[in-house]
């Protein structure tokens, strides 16, 4: 079956150092999402990625989905302590009925 | 409050109770789904419901059995569980199944089975 491997598992960075969470697909992707979870919380959608090298920011994020539809990125710029949490990405394959498949996540942990 | 809400918050049951859990939204979405987050897994989906009708049943066991009585309202019904079912069990809605649609999750039901 589909599966969306994530590395790292972990981070923990200083803050103000940037932060990437690297998202990696077994078979070709029809769009790909980001989530993150505060610790103790649920998981909160950021944003959706559909066409090939598509790039997108949101304030100091910045989301990536690669060429050949099958991994992504989220980069963190100068991370705050209010960046702490999981970060999953999930995929959808076509011929799947369209599953959102999720990954493990990557636990962001910020030392101010 | 995400507009997604999940009752109780928190539920501890023996294995030989019967429990229900519940969850509504009111963002006019017609797919809902369940999810189950255990530590150091990926979220697993178990359920789907698209336009009140199940679409999805991703091998899950019996004892676990889900009703959506309309759109809005998503249960599901335990019964006779295991310790290894205690997990974070997550309600999440949709415009409608399928592309291009972010999920609005509920803040979840932390369940402990002993």
Redesign the interface.
Same mark, same amino acid.
């Given at each position: 079956g589909q599966q969306v491997m994530q590395i790292p598992q972990y981070q923990h960075v200083q803050e103000g150092e940037d932060f990437t969470t690297y998202c990696n697909s077994s078979t070709t992707l029809s769009n790909i999402q980001w989530y993150k979870q505060r610790p103790g919380g649920h998981p909160v959608f950021l944003i959706q990625l559909v066409k090939s090298g598509e790039v997108k920011k949101q304030k100091r994020l910045t989301f990536q989905f690669g060429e050949a539809k099958k991994n992504s990125s989220l980069h963190i710029t100068a991370t705050q302590t209010t960046d702490v949490g999981t970060y999953f990405c999930a995929g959808r394959r076509r011929g799947s009925n369209y599953k959102l498949t999720f990954g493990k996540g990557t636990l962001l942990t910020v030392n101010p | 409050e $995400?507009g997604v809400t999940q009752t109780p918050r928190h539920l501890v049951m023996g294995m030989t109770n019967k429990k229900s859990l519940k969850c509504e939204q009111h963002l006019g979405h017609n797919a809902m789904y369940w999810y189950k987050q255990s530590a150091?897994?990926?979220?697993e989906?178990m359920f789907?419901y698209n336009f009140k009708e199940q $679409?999805?049943n991703n091998s899950v066991p019996s004892r676990f059995s889900p009703e959506c009585p309309n759109s809005s309202h998503l249960f599901l019904h335990l019964h006779t569980l295991q310790p290894e079912d205690s997990a974070l069990y997550?309600c999440?809605s949709s415009p409608a199944?399928?592309?291009?649609y972010?999920?609005?999750?509920?803040?979840?039901t932390r369940l402990t089975v002993v």
């Open positions: - | $995400t150091k897994k990926p979220l989906l789907v $679409t999805e997550l999440a199944d399928g592309d291009n972010g999920y609005t999750f509920g803040s979840g």
